[in-house]
Structure formats: structure tokens, C-alpha cells
């Protein structure tokens, strides 16, 4: 009983509440870092990203930026690992790019805990058993997140997500907020040395 009265309503009274306090707490910390990505990098502060959610319904995912714009001759955008600043580097080692995500999760969009959103084009790439990644919402963090993080592969991240589709209670989500709390504080399981991260998924060959 209380794992239904959590699904359907406690989950995301509590995404709204924590949500609420974090930010209220991390303003200072907020408005400190947008103005360090303003002075390095430039307008706009924010990254935006179409990503599928609940159901693979588009919303505008929202990060701090992590590159400056660069182009070449022809006016095309350098390389990511050429654009990626020094400042972008230690924000994503310290996932502090993914704080402006709170305001997805205020907005509805988005979860404390669940899948990451990853990216439209591999809507049509996902085997069904894959696709159940999308019955819930996508999180900040997730059990994949706190079990491999990067260092997996495709195919493992997406059985730790339609494992978290199927397990997910308050107890599960408050070990992967307590999980990546240490881990991020840690810095562990960031396999991403140039800055860049995890290739694209291309599909099941």
C-alpha cells in the first residue's frame, strides 16, 4: 500500500519539495556559477536540449554550458573536445552542469530519480524492452548512474533502467540520492577523461 500511495502521488510530492528547498538553498551557488559560465563562455548561460521523457513526450532539457562557440573557416563548429572549456571540464566532473535540471524536475518534467534522458534520435533505435525506460520519468540520477555510471556500456545502462521501471519504491530512490551524493563527492565512476563522454548509441547490430 505504500509503495502505490508513493507511485502515484508521493514520488513527485516529494521531487516538488526537495526541489523547492534545494534551490532555495543553492541560489548563491547558482547565481555564482552563472556568472563564471557567462564570463567564460559567453551568452547564453544555459544549454537547452530536446529530450524525450514520460512516454518520450519532448521537453526542453536545461544545463549550464560546458563550451564556448567556436567555429572554423567554413563556419562550421570545431570538435566538442576543442570547444569544451577548462571551466566546462571541472562542471561536468563535478556534475555541477546538471544543477539548472532542477528546474525541469519543479516543472514536472523531470524526476529527482529515474533514467537519464538521452537523446531523440535513439527513440527509433531502442528495442521494446529498452523503450520501457520511458515509463517513467527521466531523472538527474539513476541506478544506472550509481552502478557504472560511464565505465558501462549501452546494454548495461539500459537493463539498470527497465530494472529501475520495475523496482522503483521510496526506499530504491533515496539509496540513489544517497549513492550519488557519495559518489559525486567522490568522484567516482566518471569514465570521461577527455571531457567528452559515452559514444553515441547506434541501435542493436
Known sequence: MQSVCYKRFGKRLIDVGMTAIALALMWPALLGLSMLVRITHGPPILFRQTRPGLHGRPFQLIKFRTMRSAFDAQGRPLPDAERLTRLGRWLRATSLDELPELWNVLRGDMSLVGPRPLLMEYLPLYSAEQ????????????????????????????????????NWTLWVDVKILAVTLKKVLLRENIDDTNGIGQVKFKGKL
Open 131 to 166: 523503450a520501457r525506460r520511458h515509463e517513467v520519468r527521466p531523472g538527474i540520477t539513476g541506478w544506472a548512474q550509481v552502478n557504472g555510471r560511464n565505465s558501462l556500456s549501452w546494454e548495461e545502462k539500459f537493463e539498470l533502467d527497465v530494472w529501475y521501471v520495475d
